[in-house]
């Protein structure tokens, strides 16, 4: 997904969706013990696909399209699709927690994304 992340293909922008959106309910079972670790445990982030909907949003800064739809059914839930198609931006936190060093390791790993100056 990260070394596609530039790709114009529509086709190939809803496998990577597809794929994210599989792990992403992989990850929602609740731990049975403390050696694993599922990040989307708590069930208010069950159905919100934040980590997906922050890359198509990094694709659509820099200037890429996203496919308007999309096959796996968590992108076509009511919380998906509104923030697929929000026209108006939230505002911008003042503050985020971890976003720092999220952005740091995507930087990392992608050297051609900047950190926005609101987060600096």
């Known amino acids: 997904m ?12 809803d496998r990577l969706v597809y794929l994210l959106a599989e792990h ?18 708590n069930p208010d982030n069950w159905l919100y696909p934040y980590e997906i909907l922050s890359w198509l949003r990094i694709r659509e800064l820099k200037g890429l399209e996203n496919p308007k739809t999309f096959t796996h059914p968590l992108m076509n839930t009511e919380i998906a699709q509104f923030f697929l198609t929000l026209d108006i931006p939230l505002k911008k936190p ?15 790993i992608c050297p051609e994304v900047e950190i926005p100056s609101w987060l600096s």
Request: aromatic share 12%.
């Open 94 to 108: 003042k503050e985020v927690p971890y976003a720092r060093e999220l952005l740091e390791r995507l930087q990392a």
């Open 24 to 41: 992403h309910l992989e990850q929602t079972r609740s731990a049975k013990s403390n050696t694993e670790y599922y990040p989307f445990e």
């Open 2 to 13: 990260l070394k596609q992340w530039d790709t114009q293909d529509p086709t190939e922008i």
